[in-house]
Nanobody
Framework: QVQLVESGGGLVQAGGSLRLSCAASEGTFSTVTVAWFRQAPGKEREFLAASARITDIPVYADSVKGRFTISRDNAKNSVYLLMNSLEPEDTALYYC????????????????WGQGTQVTVSS
């Protein structure tokens, strides 16, 4: 069982930046793939970025490529999402997720989820 706790959300003006953090309980954190998703009211959960197990190779959704950066610190059992040039459309509940397999983009492929952290971008 992997427990995940997100932090770092908040209110930011359009054009601003936020850095989300996700702390995991997993002792062998380097062996799990971790990802960030978001869900806005009335919308499906959307894949944003993932960091592959072992290699740490990142993949991004086209919608955030060039603006968001995923990184991980295996020594701290943590993964981060740096979000730049935020837009009101980025307003959502942001989730950290983990799976023991390789990189995946589908929410239903991730077994472990945090509770989410709210990001609100004002215009």
């Amino acid at each position: 069982q992997v427990q995940l706790v997100e932090s770092g959300g908040g209110l930011v003006q359009a054009g601003g930046s936020l850095r989300l953090s996700c702390a995991a309980s997993e002792g062998t954190f380097s062996t799990v793939t971790v990802a960030w998703f978001r869900q806005a009211p009335g919308k499906e959960r959307e894949f944003l970025a993932a960091s592959a197990r072992i290699t740490d190779i990142p993949v991004y959704a086209d919608s955030v490529k060039g603006r968001f950066t995923i990184s991980r610190d295996n020594a701290k059992n943590s993964v981060y999402l740096l979000m730049n040039s935020l837009e009101p459309e980025d307003t959502a509940l942001y989730y950290c997720a983990a799976r023991r397999g390789t990189t995946a983009r589908g929410a239903n492929e991730y077994a472990y989820w945090g509770q989410g952290t709210q990001v609100t971008v004002s215009s």
